[in-house]
C-alpha cells in the first residue's frame, strides 16, 4: 500500500478529461458498516429463455422475428429514443431561457452470443472478438451518415443498472449532435494537445506506467487501470497503447487485444464478489463528423455500483447530488484489489 499523507486525508482529485473533481475520503473506510452485506443467490443457467426478446428465433414486440444467429445480431431498436427522419423544430420560439433543437439519430440493440445465460466475463475470447467486429463495422457504418456524428456504444450489466434483459448484448445509439460527455472530453483533449503538443491520454498512459499503482491488467495493445480521478469504487478506464482515435483505425491485432482485455477486466470483476458484476461500460471515440480529430484517444470507461458485496452497492445522492461524486477507497487501493485477482473465472475453479 501507498504510504504519502495526502493519501490517507480527505481530499479532491481533478478529472482534466472532463474537468470535475472527486472528493476522496480515505479515512472513511474504518467506519461501522451497519447496512446489507448478504450474498446474492445464483441463480441456474437458462441457455434459452422462449420470453426473451434477443434470444434466437423468438418474436419481439412489434412482431419482429429474431433469425436463428450463430453468432452476433444487430438490429434497430424497436422502441428507439432516437429517430431517424425528426422534422426541425419550427414552433418554438428560441430564447436564452427556452432551448430545444431536433436530435435526429438511430438506435441498435447488438447481441453478443445466442446463449442467453453468457456474459463477457465467460465467452470466449474469439467471440468477443466477432463482438468488436461488429462494432467496428456499427461505427463505420453509422459514422458515414452525413446526419450521424456520434456513435454511441454501450452496455448495461446486470438489472442493478436497469438493464431489462439479462441476455448479452449492448446498444448503439448514433446521434446527430456529440452529446455533453464526449463533447467534453474532445474539448479537453484539443486543448491539451494545443497546449502540450502530446495527447492527453498517451501522456496519462505513460505517466501511470512509470507510476503502476493503478494498473489493473494489460496486454500488447491495451492499459486497464483505476483512474486517479475515479468516482465509482471499481471505475476503470481502458486505454489503447498505440494512438488511435475510433475502432475504425484499428488493425486486426488491436481489435484481437481490445476483446481479450475485455474478457480480462470483466473477469476480474465478476472474480471481485463471485457475482456476476453489474456496470455501465461504453466506448468514447472520435466524432463522425467529417472533420480530423487527431486529438481523440479511443478509450473505454467500466463504472461499475458495487462497493463492498454482490449486494452493496455505492448511491451518488446527498452531496454527491449536490455538490460533487465522493469515495471513501482509493483509486490505487482498488486497482490493487482488481490486480490481485485471477484472470480464471470463479466458476471455473475447481
Ligand atoms: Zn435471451
Ligand atoms: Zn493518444
Ligand atoms: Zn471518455
Known sequence: MPSSTWLQVPHRRFNPLNRQWVLVSPHRTQRPWLGEVAKSEETPAIHYNPNCYLCPGNTRAGGHK????DGVFVFDNDYAALLPDTPP????????????????????????????????????????????????????????QPEI??????????????????????????TEHVP????????????????????????????????????VCENEEFVALVPFWAVWPFETLVLSCRHVGSLAEMDQTQRAALAEILKQ??????????????????FH????DSSPHPEWHFHAHFYPPLLRS?????????????GMPQRDITPESAAERLRGLSNLHYTLKQ
Not at 429474431?66 to 444467429?69: A, I, L, R, T, V
Not at 456524428?149 to 448514433?174: K, L, T
Not at 467534453?184 to 502530446?198: A, C, F, N, P, S
Not at 454482490?310 to 449536490?322: C, D, P
Open 265 to 282: 477486466v470483466t473477469t476480474r470483476y465478476d472474480n471481485l464478489f463471485e457475482v456476476s458484476f453489474p456496470y455501465t461500460m461504453g
Open 149 to 174: 456524428r456520434y456513435v454511441q456504444i454501450f452496455e448495461n450489466r446486470g438489472a442493478m443498472m436497469g438493464a431489462s434483459n439479462p441476455h448479452p448484448h449492448c446498444q448503439v445509439w448514433a
Open 310 to 322: 454482490a449486494t452493496v452497492r455505492k448511491y451518488m445522492v446527498g452531496f454527491e447530488m449536490l
Open 89 to 144: 423544430i419550427t414552433d418554438l420560439p428560441q430564447d436564452d431561457l427556452f432551448r430545444a433543437e431536433r436530435e435526429r439519430g438511430i438506435c441498435r440493440v447488438i447481441c453478443f452470443h445466442p446463449d442467453h445465460d453468457l456474459t463477457l466475463a465467460r465467452m470466449q475470447t474469439r467471440d468477443i472478438e466477432r463482438v468488436v467486429d461488429a462494432w467496428t463495422a456499427q461505427y463505420r457504418e453509422l459514422g458515414q
Open 180 to 215: 455533453d460527455e464526449p463533447r467534453m472530453e474532445q474539448l479537453t483533449q484539443k486543448e491539451y494537445r494545443d497546449i502540450h503538443g502530446t495527447c492527453m491520454l498517451c501522456d496519462t498512459l505513460q505517466r501511470e506506467i512509470q507510476l503502476s499503482q493503478r494498473i
Open 66 to 69: 429474431n433469425p436463428q444467429y
Open 285 to 288: 471515440q472520435s466524432p463522425t
